[in-house]
């Protein structure tokens, strides 16, 4: 079978990638002196081969591992993708991202029917909600999409091999089929793509059973809407699905125990905003407090022990179930990095190089069990990249450009630096704001919470950061991220034509509020 692909690189790059088996390239110039090339690769569908040579190994079919395999096969590797969970998608599709945003969604739209459909002149009455048919549309949409990936594997002729994956040497890995047995697998180059797992409770005061007190793949499983919901964390995760619940019903009380919520990145005064609208929202904050233990009373209720950090004072919740969001860990037990002297940074997590090589030249390490944030669109970028470098790229990725989101509504984004970091690093900036109630698309929509921020450098008007909250700010915040990653100035953005009406006006009026010190509309 015969499949092709197009790849940005350099003339030496492009000459690189003509050995092996490239079956024919055709190439021309484009901007900064680069090659597109269209590279034509035989790639024929083939079974997994129990003692035959792979060019690529990859560990992990998450976002990372199955992207980085797809490319690695069209590129003309003979690939092969270890995965333990039997559904390829990893954490994202099959217990994270995915069936998170589909409860997301679907209890909006609840929440818009019982509170918010008679403001818009929509009368309906005796509205409820069916908890087990939205597990099932999670469900449903959980399946399609892990089918989907295992359905791009066989079309770009990627091997799938059902199992857990351990490095036995620098070009060996051993599988413990998940139907029984064990396979060896030979390969020039292996990626590890194993991606991350909840963290434990610091101290292990508290243990996760996924029936009353949760990790968030029990939260995403929970057979009856919980009176009381603590969640111990106020990060990305724990305020989705925090808002899931609330929305469903749960009186829901968030403890965090830095002062601010949205986790790490966030700008403080964006975290701020945010609160306030959570609070509005039903959502109660316990901020600068500690869980210090979770114990279970006669009837089978939780209490939850706390400690204000700043006030030394302890008090005591109840809870009908306890969600523990305090963060997740490389997902590096049992590979055998030791085996074959992969070596960890300080942070535990595989140490790379630009090349996204380890220690050990020829195996490589992307997504969540290395450096970087820990999201879906990161690892995918490096399976992407990891691979382009291995057929003679040059792997590039600007960490500061990727984009988070909280997927609440309304949703929070944000891309590069915040205030606090540009105070701390010394960097002068400029700020424009303009607040989504003087936006006319917003008003239309009756969904005027929030705002824009854009911080650019003082003296040469590059953008630094931007931060939104806005209902489609999931969505906007690419722009912010494409502007920055191609070095645009506030005033690029500014003198950009956009749509009208539309939310994206919002995060022009900010960035020209940055650039010249005025919008126009606000």
Request: charged share 20%; proline share 3%.
């Amino acid at each position: 079978m015969q499949s092709s692909c197009l790849v940005y690189c350099s003339k030496e790059a492009a000459n690189m990638m003509m050995r092996g088996r490239v079956a024919g390239l055709v190439g021309r110039t484009v901007g900064s002196g680069r090659i597109v090339v269209q590279l034509r690769t035989l790639s024929a569908s083939r079974p997994a081969m129990a003692d035959g040579e792979y060019d690529l190994a990859v560990i992990g079919g998450g976002p990372g591992g199955y992207v980085g395999a797809i490319k690695a096969a069209q590129l003309g590797l003979k690939t092969v993708c270890v995965e333990m969970r039997g559904t390829l998608g990893g954490t994202c599709l099959n217990v994270g991202c995915i069936p998170s945003k589909s409860l997301l969604n679907n209890s909006h739209h609840y929440h818009m029917a019982k509170h918010d459909f008679a403001s818009r002149g929509i009368n309906v009455s005796d509205v409820s909600f069916d908890l087990e048919k939205m597990m099932e549309a999670k469900t449903k949409t959980v399946g399609q999409l892990t089918d989907g990936v295992e359905y791009l594997f066989k079309k770009n002729g990627v091997d799938y091999v059902k199992g857990r994956g351990k490095l036995t040497g620098p070009n060996s890995v051993s599988c413990e089929l998940n139907e029984g047995g064990e396979q060896t697998i030979q390969a020039k180059r292996i990626m590890i793509a194993a991606g991350s797992e909840v963290a434990p409770f610091p101290g292990g005061a508290i243990q996760i059973d996924e029936k009353k007190i949760v990790s968030s793949t029990g939260a995403l499983a929970l057979d009856k809407v919980p009176e009381k919901l603590t969640v111990i964390g106020g990060g990305v995760i724990g305020l989705e699905l925090g808002s899931v619940w609330a929305r469903l019903g749960s009186k829901v009380t968030v403890v965090e125990f830095l002062g601010n919520i949205g986790g790490a990145g966030i700008d403080l005064d964006t975290a701020k905003a945010f609160q306030r609208i959570l609070k509005k929202q039903g959502l109660v904050f316990k901020l600068n407090t500690k869980v210090t233990g979770v114990t279970e009373q006669g009837d089978g209720s939780l209490t939850v022990q706390m400690e204000d950090v700043k006030k030394n004072k302890t008090s005591e919740q109840e809870a009908d179930v306890v969600l523990v969001c305090v963060g997740r860990r490389p997902n590096i037990e049992g590979l055998g990095l030791d085996t074959v002297g992969v070596a960890l940074d300080d942070k535990g997590r595989i140490d790379v190089n630009d090349m996204f090589q380890t220690s050990v030249p020829s195996i490589y390490a992307i997504g969540d069990c290395i450096k970087g944030p820990m999201l879906a669109h990161k690892a995918e970028d490096e399976g992407i990249i990891a691979v382009e470098g291995m057929c003679g790229g040059h792997p590039h990725i600007d960490y500061n450009c990727v984009p988070s989101v909280v997927y609440t509504h309304p949703e929070v984004a944000w891309v590069g630096r915040s205030e606090e970091q540009l105070k701390a690093e010394g960097i002068e900036y400029n700020v424009g704001t303009f607040p989504m109630s003087a936006n006319s698309r917003a008003k239309c929509n009756q969904e005027t919470d929030g705002q824009m921020k854009v911080l650019s450098d003082k003296k040469t008007d590059r953008m630094l950061g931007c931060f939104m909250i806005a209902s489609g700010a999931g969505e906007l915040i690419n722009e912010a991220a494409f502007a920055m990653e191609y070095g645009a100035s506030a005033e690029d953005v500014a003198r950009v034509c956009h749509a009208h009406p539309t939310q994206a006006e919002a995060f022009r009026e900010s960035a020209m509020a940055s650039f010249c010190g005025k919008s126009i509309n606000f």
